[in-house]
């Protein structure tokens, strides 16, 4: 890998649906430390090509991913790549929260101790350290071992969140966080994706709000009817947009 390679990037990337094509073709890069949101009406494929990125799609019946897939400039999108391990480095958050039946402490604790931790004061370390990083600690810090499901729904997005920090990914998928919460929720959740991007994370963000999409985004893929139509700067994106039916689609004449 040189210093110009992308961490992630996709070649061609092309989904189908028992033999059904909802993702054609789609090449783009994304860089350490960014956010990237992915934009476009219901149904264009946003989520199809958000879960071929660390091969999601692979586990229905059916679904075939074409194309490369360069994690590090290495292609992933091989039969012999170890997916378990791929889905270590390429988190994913899910639009509902789906916290495991277990206790706040176990939930984050429970995967890494899976691949190897071990010792009370390093899980205790670990666990402090991925709900401070979700902006959940100060609120659960005295209920460690209460259960998950006993969070409201936008403290259970973050222990969502906490628990794939956990693993210390290279980069998180999101789809569609914040559409289960409220605006405070959504907010707190937002000020944690600038956080991660800070702290070198790539994060991929499936939203249907554009405030949103401008609010966190650094760079914007539109996509329409299977297509990546348009990539490129947020703001630039936003305020100028080079294809007609990105403009049309963000002043609202379909969508
Ligand atoms: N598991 C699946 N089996 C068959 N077809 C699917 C499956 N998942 C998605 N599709 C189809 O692929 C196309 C793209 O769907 P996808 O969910 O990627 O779109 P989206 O842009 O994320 O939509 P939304 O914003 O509504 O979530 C749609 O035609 C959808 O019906």
Redesign the pocket.
Known sequence: MTSTTPLLATEDVT?S??G?E??HATSLSFERGSVTA?I????????????SLNLM?RE?P??RIGGSILYHGKDVNTRGVDTYQLRKQIGMVF?QPNPFRKSIRENIAFAPKRHGLSGKANIDALVEESLRAAALWDEVKDKLDQSAYALSGGQQQRLCIARTLAMHPDVVLM??PCSALDPIATYSIEETIRDMAKRGICVVI?T?NMEQAARVSDKTAF?LL?DMVEFGPTPELFSRPKDKRLDDYLTGRFG
């Open positions: 989904v649906y028992s059904k909802a993702l992915l476009g009406p219901s149904g264009c494929g946003k989520s199809t090509f958000l879960r799609n229905i059916g679904c639009q789809d569609e499936v249907h996509f299977g």
